[in-house]
């Protein structure tokens, strides 16, 4: 008996170890099969102890030329004189593991921009063995990107770190493993995923198109995914859907295909693109009102001439009236010294406007806001009573007296007056409500609620930006003008939607105090 337990014995290690050497050899195919990527290993002084194919195709040494040398002869001779080398096996040996991207050296001394994974490698006590290295050429992919990054690395010392998830499955589909990076990146646990088909992580319209793909390369042989870098969408485990990187490989093992996918999450990149895009257009936007103010400044310098000139002539012929009994020449000459203040009105507005655009100092001084509202009511309600809305005012008492410019307050509350009267065009209920009433300590609120059809969502918080209207004919520059001039007085200005419906404008100014005097 004890014979035949010896040979028992004998056979079961003989099978464990040709079971052991059988795996050591499908790694190592998995390893060189592996051609888009560079994977070695190192022993804990940095020599180098395994070479895969991928190596020799990206790097240019065969495995005879490298075995055994260091591997900083990889390194770029500045980052050598700088010790980095050495600095990354020590950060892989306290962190585990660590990507970046960085600049390698070929064997016939050219550079190239290579996505770096350094892994640190213990046996089971603990102790150091070596390291694993992958490295992948990235230089295709960002040639305009690494070139830039590469005359300005030292301004601007950016670095492009974005780790690579693995996942390996088998001709179904179903996953083998899932590395750390890729539990990091899609929020799954490894027993979550293996065991489990592929598409779990990809959204249910690419589920179906992905077993079909599969289905279709198993039968013709020709490939749609596998052996190229495409762009797609990927699920997280909470649901969200982020733009990957994938690149996928293949690989024969015991008959079987083997197919390794390397996932990179490209959200930030996208997110930094985006943010370009969204930094051009405010560029854009600032240059339009910078425009837009040196016209302003330009056309308040040539229309207030002719403005004057015209209420001079209105003020003429209303004195060539003179003293009349006739009703008619007593109207006309009434309705020509309207028309004349009116004329001086637009040229102080005018040259209000230029005084803002230069930076010059406006008037500001005491004044009452009754009669303020009073006047600006008595303009911006031109045409509303035909128009059928009825305007209601409530002037809150004791609130009297505040420090302003005088022509700045109406204008915009002419403005705001003449949106509201517009916005109940086609309302069935059309009622204009001015009111003012206190607001915080040393301010005074004035609002203009109407009854119209409310705030397009599409410009609500834009609503006091310039050029953001939704008139057909409009441009946009009336609410952002009395922004201007409402925080010009420290004020701020506001809208919110109405209890009855339609919207209600507030902006604040400053009451005077015994100071201003």
Known sequence: MTGTDDSDTASTIDNTARHQAAMAEELGLLIDGATNYAIYMLDPQGRVTIWNRGAERIKGWTEAEIIGRNFELFYPPEDIAAGKPSIDLARASQEGRFEEDSWRIRKDGSEFLASVTVTALRDEAGALRGFGKVIRDITDHKAAEAAVARREHHLRSILATVPDAMIIMDERGTVASFSAAAERVFGYAEADVVGRNVSMLMPDADRGAHDDHLKTYLATGVRHVIGNVRNATALRRNGDSFPIELAVGEVSIG??????????????????????????????HVSRVSAMGTMASTLAHEINQPLTAIANYLETARDMIGETDDVLMKDIAEALALAAAQSLRAGTIVRRLRAFVDGGETGFRIERLDELVDEATSLGLLGAHEAGITVMMTIAAGLDRVLVDRVQIQQVLVNLIRNAIQSMGGSARKELTIATAPDRAGWVKVTVTDTGAGIDPAVRERLFEAFATTKEDGMGLGLSICRTIVEAHGGRIWAEASEGGGTAFHFCVPLAGDEDV
């Open 255 to 284: 008959g079987e295909r083997i197919f390794t996918g390397f996932i990179r999450d490209m959200t930030r990149r996208r997110d930094t693109e985006r943010q370009m895009r969204d930094l051009q257009s405010e560029l854009l």
